[in-house]
């Protein structure tokens, strides 16, 4: 048998273990729309650190930082930087989000938005910018399928065809099982990436150069610059590592997904405990680097940096090896993807398409609308992809920049009761639009400093004059009146 | 909603000077700590010193999110 075909028989064998399993919790339970988005709000601490795990360590980790460590060099480094803070982050916001979730019965970030600010239409532009901002981070893990299958087949599969064939079987993964079915689709993935990294991270430094001290002895002799920021690039220096740090760390839970795993979790105890643990689980993290690194000196010279890891796992190992790895990021990309378009849809028909265009819309209209949206999300991302060219990493920044400018919202919302409507929408305006307006001039970084970073520092200035000027409507979650319980059952779903 | 109390945002505060606004002290490759350039070193190091800082910052605000909780019981009864 021929590598490529050793190869992509274990990715698929991977691919569809993990699928099963998925398919397979469906039956366990009945659900209808609450239970398919949110769970049924019953998940305990596992299931909760698996689900929160296999949402964050995606196709990103395990192809994009292994891709920038080798292309762009220490601006690396600010994965690892915002890691801790993140759930720093959400250690403060997280458990007021899930009081608040649990109060008024919210299951999307634009409920937060409608219940805490009584405005549809803010509700509405929080949704539109998730869902835009969905589009890229979705592309990221179609680019991802699609460079496994490339380097499995050993380039014999063109990247185009396979982006549409493994999302087919996203979509069809995403119809039959929604989020419980990911959990444990998750859980199957979660150990298969433990394992590749850590071996990958270990073996391949050892291979060629007897351990991963002597491989950073050797950098450190033969590119030395590599090693410290601005490694390769010219401008990603210390204000665009203090700035990008920033701008990950307190946007990171304003993605739509992430902050709704909040409404998951059984209380806000088991969200303060999992902010303290989750940092240790990027502990593997690393490793992905230390790869990117040790490709730098053994294959100098890719096209694109992001094939480094897997190239040199097909360099170093036999073929039935690179189809556990590459099975591995496979099911990582389709649980992460999976989890993306189930956001991105509801998002869409709840809180987008419903307030907005047909109000009198019954819930079982909702969720086909929701079924219709994961197959437009997943073509749009598809046929992006396929025209883009950006790295991964830097297409997980653009993201970023539009999803931060939600925080100011949040974060005021939660903990002031000075904060306006009218200022939240101002400011989330004025971010969206300066963070637009540097990305589409090719401006970022803007003066060494993340675009997206000085786009939300105006937000919060053009929330914070803008709030002073205008009269409170809501002052917080405890005035919040009419929450959305009361105008679901209005209209006979019985969803208490 | 109950704001975080002091000395719990403080706790918070360190992994942000030490791992952010740090940089231009620590981001060097020399000296070399467990073959690690200085800054990846120095950056693992607080994957495991954060959550002590944060596990500080839990002992801090779990006893008055247990307050909270049982105060908001006492109201509905």
Redesign the interface.
């Known amino acids: 048998m021929s590598p490529s075909i050793v190869a992509l028989a274990i990715i698929s064998a991977i691919v569809a273990v993990g699928s099963f399993v998925g398919f397979l919790a469906r039956f366990h339970h009945t659900m209808d729309l609450e239970q398919w988005t949110v769970g049924g709000r019953g998940f305990g601490l596992v299931l909760v650190w698996l689900l929160t795990a296999g949402e964050i360590y995606t196709t990103f980790t395990f192809l994009g930082a292994s891709g920038w460590a080798y292309s762009r060099g220490a601006p690396v480094l600010y994965i690892l930087g915002y890691m801790p803070l993140m759930y720093v982050v959400s250690f403060y916001i997280l458990p007021p989000i899930w009081e608040a979730g649990r109060r008024h019965r919210l299951q999307t970030q634009a409920d937060f938005f409608q219940v805490r600010y009584g405005s549809t239409l803010l509700a509405a532009l929080v949704a539109l910018v998730g869902v835009v901002c969905l589009i890229p981070y979705l592309q990221i893990q179609i680019t991802g399928l699609g460079i496994i299958v490339e380097i499995a087949s050993y380039g014999a599969i063109h990247r185009t065809p396979a982006m549409f064939i493994a999302f087919a079987i996203v979509a069809a993964f995403v119809f039959v099982s929604g989020v419980r079915g990911v959990a444990w689709a998750s859980i199957v993935k979660d150990v298969l990436l433990l394992f590749a990294a850590v071996f990958v991270g270990f073996a391949v430094p050892h291979l060629y150069f007897g351990g991963i001290g002597p491989m950073f002895a050797a950098l450190a002799r033969e590119r030395p610059a590599h090693l410290v920021m601005p490694g390769a690039t010219k401008d990603l220096g210390h204000a665009w590592y203090i700035s990008s740090v920033m701008l990950t760390s307190l946007g990171c839970y304003m993605w739509p997904q992430f902050f709704a795993a909040g409404f998951t979790a059984k209380s806000g105890r088991i969200l303060r405990r999992n902010a303290v643990l989750m940092p240790l689980y990027g502990l593997t993290m690393p490793l992905m680097f230390i790869v990117g690194y040790c490709a730098v000196l053994v294959l100098p010279g890719l096209s694109n940096g992001d094939l480094s890891l897997l190239t040199l796992v097909r360099k170093s190992f036999p073929a039935w090896f690179l189809g556990m790895v590459g099975g591995a990021g496979a099911l990582t990309a389709m649980v992460a993807a999976a989890i993306q378009l189930l956001t991105g849809a509801m998002l869409y028909a709840k809180n987008l398409f419903r307030p907005i265009f047909a109000p009198r819309m019954t819930e079982p209209q909702v969720e086909t609308l929701a079924r219709i949206m994961v197959l437009v999300l997943t073509l749009g991302a598809v046929l992006s992809s396929v025209y883009s060219s950006l790295s991964l990493v830097s297409l997980l920044l653009v993201g970023y920049a539009g999803v931060a400018q939600i925080f100011p919202g949040v974060v005021l919302g939660l903990f002031s009761r000075r904060v306006t409507t009218a200022g939240v929408f101002a400011g989330l305006a004025a971010g969206l639009a300066l963070a637009a307006f540097l990305m589409l001039r090719g401006q970022d970084p803007y003066r060494g400093l993340n675009a997206g970073f000085i786009a939300l520092c105006l937000n919060f200035a053009v929330t914070g004059v803008v709030s002073l000027l205008t009269p409170v409507r809501v002052a917080g979650f405890d005035e919040a009146a009419p929450s959305l319980a009361a105008s679901q059952s209005s209209n006979g779903t019985g969803l208490n | 909603?109950?704001?975080?109390s002091l000395g719990?945002?403080l706790l918070?505060l360190i992994?942000?000077v030490a791992?952010?606004?740090s940089?231009?002290l620590w981001?060097?490759?020399?000296p070399?700590v467990?073959?690690?350039?200085f800054?990846?070193f120095w950056?693992?190091a607080?994957?495991?010193l954060?959550?002590l800082?944060?596990?500080g910052?839990?002992r801090l605000?779990?006893p008055r999110?247990r307050d909270a909780g049982r105060e908001e019981e006492g109201r509905r009864q």
Do not use: H, Q
Request: proline share 10%; charged share 15%; glycine share 8%.
């Open positions: 909603m109950k704001r975080p719990a945002i918070g992994p942000f791992t952010c606004f940089v231009s981001d060097r490759v020399y070399m467990f073959g690690l350039p800054n990846f950056l693992i607080w994957l495991l954060g959550p800082c944060m596990w910052a839990y605000e779990e999110a």
